[in-house]
């Protein structure tokens, strides 16, 4: 089975500064190409506030360490107003993220003509 991470709340994807931190000491590329306010600012308060966090938007859904990650802090890797979840769908399928009323969701792909 493969795992996906969405976003169950009605905001952005993001993860906390503490799951990016994370991220980062498991050499997640994009979490490595990101900037990190702690380095700069440790006192922000996108650092000391996990909620207000919203970094890792650039990586991918089905990446091993963001799975990860999420499994291993549940809430405390949820950003700025998101509430992360994984979702496990058969590895034969393409699949893609769609919004539905406000929520994510993993859908399969179809072909679609007009």
Not at 1 to 21: G, L
Not at 66 to 93: F, Q
């Amino acid at each position: 089975m493969k795992k996906i991470v969405i976003n169950t709340s009605y905001e952005s994807f993001c993860v906390s500064h503490k799951a990016f931190v994370r991220l980062r000491e498991l050499g997640q590329a994009e979490a490595l190409k990101e900037f990190d306010p702690g380095v700069y600012w440790p006192n922000a308060a996108a650092v000391r506030e996990p909620s207000l966090n919203q970094c890792g938007m650039m990586i991918p859904r089905d990446d091993q360490h963001l799975v990860r990650v999420v499994e291993e802090l549940a809430s405390e890797a949820n950003g700025h107003c998101a509430d992360l979840k994984v979702v496990s769908i058969p590895d034969d399928v393409k699949w893609e993220i769609n919004m539905v009323d406000g929520t994510e969701r993993v859908s399969e792909v179809h072909r679609t003509w007009c």
